[in-house]
């Protein structure tokens, strides 16, 4: 994985040293609510492998979502109305 602190900002991780990512990714694993955290590491790191700037994709298609919603007939009524 190239980017261990975007995954874990990505994910709301709080993993104190990152170069013991694997330590703590094993004690994560543990939890019932991450018990498919290395299935979620290996889609991160296919889409690393497909986009060079994982961040800046997520801000693109961020604003991609933004840009669609003001588009929105539905949204401009909704801002006149409050």
Same mark, same amino acid.
Request: aromatic share 16%.
């Given at each position: 994985?190239?980017?261990?602190?975007? @995954?874990?900002? &990505?994910?709301? #991780?709080?993993?104190? =040293?990152?170069?013991? @990512?694997?330590?703590?990714?094993?004690? $994560? *694993?543990?939890?019932?609510?991450?018990?498919?955290?290395?299935?979620?590491?290996? &889609?991160? =790191? &296919?889409?690393?492998? =497909?986009? *060079?700037? &994982?961040?800046?994709?997520?801000?693109d298609k961020s604003n991609?979502?933004?840009? @669609?919603?003001?588009?929105?007939? #539905?949204?401009?009524? #909704?801002?006149? $109305? $409050?």
């Open positions: 994985m190239r980017d261990i602190k975007g @995954f874990c900002k &990505l994910m709301d #991780l709080s993993i104190p =040293e990152y170069t013991h @990512f694997d330590y703590y990714i094993n004690q $994560i *694993s543990k939890v019932d609510k991450w018990k498919n955290i290395y299935e979620m590491i290996k &889609l991160y =790191e &296919l889409a690393e492998s =497909e986009h *060079s700037d &994982l961040y800046q994709f997520r801000m991609e979502i933004i840009n @669609f919603i003001n588009q929105q007939d #539905l949204f401009k009524n #909704l801002v006149m $109305i $409050i």
